[in-house]
Every structure is written in C-alpha cells, then in structure tokens.
C-alpha cells in the first residue's frame, strides 16, 4: 500500500487565505495529493479569501485531475461559498457541505 488507498486526507486551513498565506495552502495541498488518492479541503475555519486562494484551489484541482485523485471543499462559510459562486468554481470544484 503507498498511503493512497486509505480514507480522505483532511487539510484544515484557517483565518485568510491571501496572497500573503496562498503559498502555504498550495504546498500543504500538493504535498497531501501526492500521498492520498482523495483529499478534503476543510475551509470551515477560513474567513475570508482572495483570487491567491482561488488559484490555489484550481492548481490542487489540476493536480488531483493529473495524478487521478480527488479534491473536495468542505465547510465553506457563506462568504467563500458565494465566492466559488461567483467564479464558477463551485462548479469544478466538489463542494460538501
């Protein structure tokens, strides 16, 4: 087994997602997709985010897509999720409540 094959890896991210923080949120999520098949992004604790965060979230999307894992969000607060909205992300992106 190589660790893929176990239940989802839960990321939690907290507070801001900007440019300023962006960074640390994309390398977490790429390290997780490299070790699991399925990860969950748990944005309940996320309070605001930037087009930094969204990009974040697409290229962890892309990378899942190219290794065939399986990225969702999780828990997004009304202001994130009318911004996945907004975007149309919501749309590329599994979104749980």
């Known amino acids: 087994m190589d660790g893929r094959e176990h239940e989802p890896f ?10 300023d923080t962006a960074p640390s949120l994309r390398r977490a999520l790429a390290a997780a997709l490299e070790s699991h098949r399925e990860v969950v992004l748990d944005l309940s604790e996320v309070t605001f985010m930037d087009c930094a965060g969204l990009g974040a979230l697409v290229r962890a999307r ?3 897509d190219r290794c065939g894992g399986r990225l969702s969000l999780r828990g997004a607060r009304r202001r994130v999720a009318r911004l996945l ?5 919501h749309r590329r992106l599994a979104v749980e409540p």
């Open 85 to 89: 909205e907004l975007t149309g992300l």
């Open 10 to 19: 839960v990321v939690r991210a907290g507070g801001e997602i900007d440019l």
């Open 62 to 64: 892309n990378q899942a």
